[in-house]
């Protein structure tokens, strides 16, 4: 099965640009459970890309197929990485549609950390939403109130490439619900959210800010005033 050989090949590629000297610090540094290969992300790139290349899988269904393996059956964090890449891959940019949010909630909420989350989210759910508002924005709303933290953490920060062409609106929407949540990832998400929107229109942050003065944390206020 051609996704089978991809993810073989991508899992040779890794050990061999295995840098055991690295690999515990990077580990310490992400706070992960899961080793690492001791590979940054320039190797690893220039590790998987020709085997992108080299073994394009056919449909969506091998792509997704390669994309959970790789994910689901990872013994180091550079194989998670991998997959990530393996989404972006361009020979895949069709697939980057309303389709593809069930793969991305499943990275995310099994990810569950900011290194994976941030990544799927500003690079791989939010030109999704700027390409498909309609079809898009009620889940990315619906998002903002799950259970889950690295979901709602997703629906405040997926807008973050956006400028002027961010949905205040939505952007105001998938705050709200996380206001009063004392969660640090969270907190640090809506402020991060304001900060890079401040760069195309500081008044608008500054206005929000002060219509919502009691109810954003110092975090977050903190954060998005930051550069102003």
């Not at 940019?93 to 309303?98: E, M, P, Y």
């Not at 500003?122 to 709303?141: E, K």
């Not at 997703?154 to 969660?183: G, H, M, R, W, Y």
Request: with cysteine; aromatic share 10%.
């Amino acid at each position: 099965m051609v996704s089978d050989v991809l993810v073989g090949a991508v899992r040779a590629a890794l050990a061999e640009a295995a840098d055991p000297d690295r690999a515990p610090g990077m580990q310490a540094y992400m706070k992960s459970t899961m080793p690492y290969l001791g590979v940054p992300k320039p190797v690893r790139a220039k590790a998987v890309k020709p085997i992108f290349a080299e073994h394009v899988l056919p449909d969506r269904e091998s792509w997704g197929r390669a994309v959970r393996t790789l994910w689901h059956d990872a013994s180091y964090r550079e194989e998670r990485y991998a997959a990530i890449d393996l989404t972006g891959y361009r020979a895949y940019r069709q697939f980057q549609d309303i389709g593809t949010l069930d793969l991305y909630r499943e990275l995310v909420v099994d990810g569950a950390w900011w290194d994976f989350v941030d990544e799927i989210a500003s690079r791989r759910v939010g030109p999704i939403l700027l390409a498909d508002r309609r079809g898009a924005t009620p889940l990315i709303r619906a998002w903002s109130t799950d259970p889950d933290k690295w979901l709602r953490r997703t629906s405040i920060i997926c807008q973050l490439s956006f400028k002027q062409d961010t949905d205040l609106a939505l952007l105001a929407d998938v705050i709200e619900p996380n206001t009063a949540d004392p969660e640090f990832f969270l907190r640090k998400a809506i402020g991060w959210a304001l900060r890079q929107y401040a760069w195309t229109d500081p008044d608008w942050v500054r206005a929000y800010i002060g219509a919502h003065e009691s109810e954003l944390s110092p975090l977050s206020k903190r954060e998005a005033l930051k550069n102003l």
